[in-house]
């Protein structure tokens, strides 16, 4: 019976026109750019990302109704009809108001901590597309190379399995290092927490809360029999 009523408040909420998508929602169709600025000031680097917490919601949240091309990189990560997972991509990384860098030298971001679960991805929607695990997620290394991408502004997708549900946070460590990769000395790392609200698919609140209603139906039943 549950299932029944879920099937159908979940089939009417979806819009006529619907379409495959052949590139992946940005920061602007979330809510707008939430920058985490880094400089660096001498010989001290900073990061400091501006105010405001970015939600990771599924596809069928950001785009009801839609799929993603099944060519697309991102497709069997974050497809409705794959493993649907719960993506942002508000946090961008900008070298902003920063003193030149010393010659030869580059900034590395490396993951810290981060809630279980939670990954990051570099992505292109330009041709060649691209949808890279980093940070640690999928077996990548740690450390990932912002010097390749010349400091400019970037905006890696974070994503967190279907299902999920509640808050999320990750620390980030900006490194000063030399083409190499090697730290610079005299230069201490940056670090920075940057957290999430994490909205699964309403279908999965729905089945979640049916779940619920089921167990304490049961229980009140168990009690019944009991006295």
Same mark, same amino acid.
């Given at each position: ?162 299902? !999920?549900?509640?808050?999320? !946070? ?32 309403? !279908? ?24």
């Amino acid at each position: 019976m549950f299932k029944s009523i879920i099937t159908i408040t979940t089939l009417s909420a979806l819009p006529i026109g619907a379409t495959v998508l052949t590139t992946l929602p940005g920061p602007m169709d979330q809510g707008g750019m939430i920058h985490i600025n880094v400089a660096l000031n001498g010989a001290t680097l900073t990061a400091a990302p501006e105010t405001g917490t970015p939600d990771l919601k599924p596809l069928s949240s950001w785009k009801p109704g839609d799929t993603l091309d099944p060519v697309s990189p991102w497709y069997a990560t974050l497809d409705p009809a794959q493993a649907a997972g719960l993506f942002n991509s508000r946090f961008g990384l900008v070298l902003f108001e920063s003193d030149p860098l010393p010659v030869d030298t580059k900034i590395m971001v490396s993951w810290v901590s981060g809630t279980p679960g939670l990954g990051a991805f570099r992505w292109r929607n330009s041709a060649p597309q691209l949808f890279d695990p980093i940070l640690g997620t999928g077996g990548s290394a740690m450390s990932w190379d912002w010097g390749t991408v010349s400091h400019g502004m970037t905006h890696p997708v974070f994503v967190m399995p279907a299902g !999920s549900s509640g808050t999320a !946070s990750v620390t980030l460590a900006f490194t000063l290092t030399d083409s190499a990769g090697v730290p610079v000395p005299g230069y201490a790392p940056a670090q920075t927490t940057v957290g999430f609200n994490v909205i699964p698919e309403p !279908s999965a609140v729905l089945l979640s809360m049916a779940g619920g209603a089921l167990l304490m139906r049961r229980r009140r039943h168990s009690s019944a029999f009991r006295s």
